[in-house]
């Protein structure tokens, strides 16, 4: 209580003192904020005097004012003695559209007859710079500029034009301005009008409007030179207009002395001033720097602060000696009070826990039982007090314990253990022990005391749970074992499809080369046209198989993302001109440009999406548009279709699911195309979507996480378009046909033959291989499954040849019926040169066939 009050008394006088100085010093920085503010604005009202006096010349002479009277009066003005920091004194005429050539001329024949309004451009209005003083070289980059062009110039000329009054611009970036040593600026104008016009109202002052008298301040400079030097006490920002940002900042003295910021600083007193001045709220921002806190000398507080702790702490003393002596006394007291309650407690936890509390002797006997060993073991605390540990042991455990006693005893320090037990009832019980030796002060272990808990159920449902964890494995095991043997079975029969399917179309296209009959190319034409639907039904079965499986990879590039889909859905133009549809992209202007992800997948599902919605829209229009929502983007492709019912929607992204299977349904389809389209948008991490009402159309809409990445400065040239040559223009050439399937090398042949080439066939890869090192071939068309030796190990053992005898390289096309992207880098990685995918069509291997003979020829 005596140094609480000591304390408080020091303190008071401390605060009395310290208020003081801290009051005279909050005086002093606001007396130097406001010398600071009144100055600079008293300088603005200097400064319109002058424009004022400009102004006059036109009231004297009017329209007769010349360029050497304008020079005259600003040469007696004196800018660099009088006015320092003001970039000159200037006029701008005020011109109508019809009076700009005239003008233009006549300045031309003052002797500069390069002079252009800028920027140039048809407007309703221009203000040209015509005068500046000093006509400087820095001013001169002035000199024809239209002001009333730029936003901030032209809402401070609408105000001085419109009130009559001297008018200040925001803050600009002045013409003035070259790359070394910018500054911020403003622009005061002061509206010059013909006299004789009226002036009282607005519409008066606009008609009577002759131009602008103004003068360009740099504000560094124009700062400098009204406060002679900048303050080292104190730091100032100066604002115009309402809000404190970069945007608005017209001067800083921190900036201007190039000085960096006090570390961990923070201001004694801060302030703000708003003056009202030329049509701009001006802010003034005040801050200390540590030069204005070493002005003021707090010493005399804090020595009054220290002495009177001081005293406070002698006179505490003498109060604290005096009552030490009764403390210790309680103190005492208190602590025995506290470790028998203590001790109390301690014997009621170890009575009411869960475990079993254990004591034992130095010859194990029992000299402690709790009520939790009671129910553990079903002996009373009256049975188990004074019986050996081997009681609650099985006979294999007890001889354990009987050769690990003296051991125990030897070592120090707690033992934990997992042992098996058993109860009064012979139930056998598996029991956590932890165990400490209980030792008296000369060091001697006199007993142990252990804490046991049964976790019998615990062991039983871990085994449990294991077993459940081996069935679940086996169970998923044979599930992927299931899919696997799925996809493995629609890979294998797209395989088997293909190879047919080449013989099948290569005769068709064969046909329709050399038959001209109406009638049967008419057919000829249904079975292509057939023959394209099953292919294209192939290609969808084997991508939702490999969906399925997880086969599908998804690929992180940089690629530009208007152009990937400008190139999907260009490639229904003509069908939608066909059917009199409009389809129209739209990517809204914040989707960045280039983006990180899988533009070929991308592109697959904007392709489904859109042919679906071209099928379902008989007139109206297709939109595709995509737009930036959140961190993702949001692509949308809307029709004006058919819609489709609420109670069917949900069948849409179902597996060979229709909204209408039915007998007599319109349209056709396999269902597949917007299953695909789900799973391509799941595997890039994005999720699908649609809303339609029957009748009112569809707008399908899928989300995708695509990273955005730095846009490119150029762009890339196109990919190179593959050379396409007619039979006419191709060399003759020897070519190899290795094909396992009769049917398939004998259509190829034929194509051969056809286009004036002559060729061999091999059944096997080693065949193949045999053949071309007995003959000369130009180029070798190779089949990817065949018997004895594959393709691809052909085509390496042919690579291989080729380099060990430096022979010259044979053209080699790969054939495959396998659509996976992972085999074609494979064959290509092999050494072969082309891949094609089965079924193929005669045309697009004689392209082939002809792109590489020409490369040879060159």
């Given amino acids: 209580m005596v140094l609480a009050i000591s304390l408080a008394f020091t303190f008071f006088l401390w605060r009395i003192v310290d208020r003081g100085i801290i009051e005279r010093a909050e005086q002093l920085f606001q007396g130097q904020a406001e010398v600071i503010a009144s100055r600079i604005v008293k300088r603005l009202h200097d400064h319109e005097q002058v424009l004022l006096g400009g102004n006059a010349l036109f009231h004297v002479k009017g329209d007769a004012v010349t360029r050497s009277d304008w020079r005259q009066y600003v040469s007696a003005l004196d800018l660099r003695k009088h006015l320092p920091g003001i970039l000159g004194f200037g006029y701008a005429v005020w011109l109508s559209p019809a009076q700009k050539e005239a003008h233009i001329k006549e300045v031309r024949l003052e002797g500069f007859p390069e002079y252009v309004i800028r920027p140039e451009g048809e407007r309703p209005v221009y203000t040209s710079i015509i005068w500046l003083e000093p006509f400087d070289w820095r001013n001169r980059r002035a000199f024809g500029y239209d002001m009333y062009s730029e936003p901030v ?40 009008y013909r006299q004789g016009m009226p002036t009282d109202t607005v519409e008066e002052r606009r008609a009577a409007l002759r131009g602008f008298v103004y003068s360009p301040i740099r504000m560094t400079d124009y700062v400098r030179n009204t406060l002679g030097e900048l303050p080292t006490e104190i730091e100032f920002e100066i604002y115009a207009g309402e809000t404190r940002s970069d945007d608005h900042l017209m001067f800083s003295s921190r900036s201007a002395e190039e000085l960096p910021p006090p570390h961990e600083y923070r ?69 025995m009070a506290q470790q028998l309650a203590a001790r109390q407690r301690l014997a ?93 002060k000369s060091g001697t272990v006199i007993g142990v005391a252990s804490l046991a808990q049964d976790i019998t159920e615990r062991l039983q449902a871990m085994e449990r749970l294991k077993l459940a964890t081996e069935a679940a494995e086996v169970a998923r095991g044979e599930a992927e074992q299931a899919n696997r043997a799925k996809s493995e079975f629609l890979a294998n029969m797209s395989h088997e499809i293909r190879t047919p399917m080449t013989v099948f179309m290569g005769a068709v296209e064969h046909l329709l080369q050399i038959d001209t009959d109406p009638d049967r190319r008419n057919l000829l034409e249904m079975a292509e046209q057939s023959a394209q639907r099953l292919r294209s039904l192939i290609d969808d079965i084997l991508d939702l198989s490999r969906i399925e499986a997880h086969g599908l990879e998804i690929e992180e590039r940089e690629f530009e993302l208007r152009s990937c889909v400008r190139g999907a859905v260009g490639l229904f133009t003509m069908s939608a001109r066909e059917r009199n549809l409009r389809l129209e992209t739209e990517v809204a202007p914040e989707v960045p440009g280039w983006v990180l992800g899988d533009p070929d997948w ?62 007599h349904r319109q349209y056709g389809g396999s269902g ?82 056809r286009g004036g080439w002559e060729s061999e066939t091999a059944e096997t890869g080693r065949e193949a291989l045999k053949r071309y090192e007995q003959g000369s071939f130009d180029l070798i068309l190779m089949d990817l499954q065949m018997p004895e030796m594959d393709g691809i190990e052909a085509t390496r053992a042919i690579r291989r040849k080729e380099a060990e005898d430096g022979a010259r390289r044979t053209f080699i096309i790969g054939l495959t019926a396998h659509a996976r992207p992972e085999i074609k880098e494979e064959c290509l990685n092999a050494g072969m040169d082309e891949v094609l995918i089965k079924p193929v069509q005669m045309k697009d291997l004689s392209a082939a066939i002809g792109r590489c003979l020409s490369k040879s020829a060159e």
């Fill in 348 to 440: 009621l936890h170890i009575e009411q826990t869960p475990l079993a509390a254990i004591e034992w002797d130095d010859h194990f006997r029992v000299t402690a039982w709790n009520r939790a060993a009671e129910k553990i073991f079903d002996y009373s605390a009256e049975e188990a007090i004074g019986a050996h540990a081997s009681f609650i042991l099985p006979d294999a455990e007890q001889r354990k314990i009987e050769k690990g006693l003296p051991e125990f005893f030897q070592n120090t320090g707690a033992k934990s253990a997992t042992i098996r037990n058993i109860t009064k009832s012979g139930k056998i019980i598996v029991c956590d022990w932890y165990n400490t030796k209980l030792v008296n």
């Fill in 602 to 663: 991308l592109g697959q599902v904007l392709i489904n999406l859109v042919g679906n919605a071209l099928k379902f829209t008989p007139e109206g229009e297709i939109r595709v548009s995509v737009k930036v929502r959140g961190d993702l983007l949001e692509f949308a492709v809307a029709d004006t279709g058919i819609g489709i019912p609420e109670e069917k929607q949900h069948l849409l992204f179902q597996k060979f699911s229709q909204t209408d299977s039915s007998f």
């Fill in 672 to 753: 597949l195309g917007l299953a695909i389209s789900k799973g391509l948008v799941e595997l890039m991490g994005g999720q699908i979507d649609v809303q339609s009402r029957k009748g009112k159309g569809s707008v399908f809409t899928f989300t995708l996480p695509l990273k955005t990445v730095s846009e490119r400065q150029s762009v890339a040239p196109p990919a190179e378009t593959p050379l396409e040559v007619t039979v006419e223009e191709i060399p003759s050439a020897r070519i190899l046909i290795a094909e396992d399937d009769p049917l398939v090398r004998e259509m190829v042949r034929m194509t051969l033959a």
């Fill in 267 to 335: 201001p004694a007193f801060s302030a703000v001033k708003i003056i009202d001045a030329f049509g701009v709220n001006w802010q003034f921002t005040f801050r200390t720097l540590p030069a204005f806190d070493k002005e003021f000398n707090r010493s005399k507080s804090m020595v009054t602060l220290l002495t009177g702790i001081l005293a406070s702490i002698l006179l505490s003393v003498l109060a604290f000696l005096q009552a030490q002596s009764r403390r210790q006394a309680l103190t005492i007291a208190d602590q």
């Fill in 153 to 192: 110039r032209r809402k401070a000329m609408d105000r001085a034009r419109d009130t009559g009054k001297t008018s200040i611009t925001a803050k600009v970036l002045l013409v003035q301005e070259t790359e070394q040593d910018p500054q911020n600026g403003m622009l005061m104008y002061v509206p010059s």
